[in-house]
């Protein structure tokens, strides 16, 4: 079983920065893709980033630019850095983790709350 907790969320000025994190408290190896997912309040879930087991990385339309996915495979960690946010980008980030065997893991999710 795997355990996955998120930080960095909080409030933000426009045009501020803040950087997620999402921690495995199992293995990552077996991985096939990280992504970042995030929800507005009336608003299905999304895609953000996503990052392969091989190191691809894909974004949003909205994000690029601005959104960097990364991870650090010893610390069983991958990262979200959000630079330029607006206000739009208020919601609610999850992080989920997707293995070759099929099992998948979701996070907690952590608010990210955009606002003057």
């Known amino acids: 079983q795997v355990q996955l907790v998120e930080s960095g969320g909080g409030l933000v000025q426009p045009g501020g920065s803040l950087r997620l994190s999402c921690a495995a408290s199992?293995?990552?190896?077996?991985?096939?893709?990280m992504g970042w997912y995030r929800q507005a309040p009336g608003k299905q879930r999304e895609l953000v980033a996503g990052i392969t087991s091989g190191g691809s990385t894909s974004y949003a339309d909205s994000v690029k630019g601005r959104f960097t996915i990364s991870r650090d495979n010893a610390k069983n960690t991958v990262y979200l850095q959000m630079n330029r946010l607006t206000p739009e980008n208020t919601a609610v980030y999850y992080c989920?983790?997707?293995?070759?065997?099929?099992?998948?893991?979701w996070g907690q999710g952590t608010q990210v709350t955009v606002s003057s």
């Open positions: 199992g293995s990552i190896s077996g991985i096939a893709f």
């Open positions: 989920h983790f997707a293995y070759y065997n099929l099992r998948n893991y």
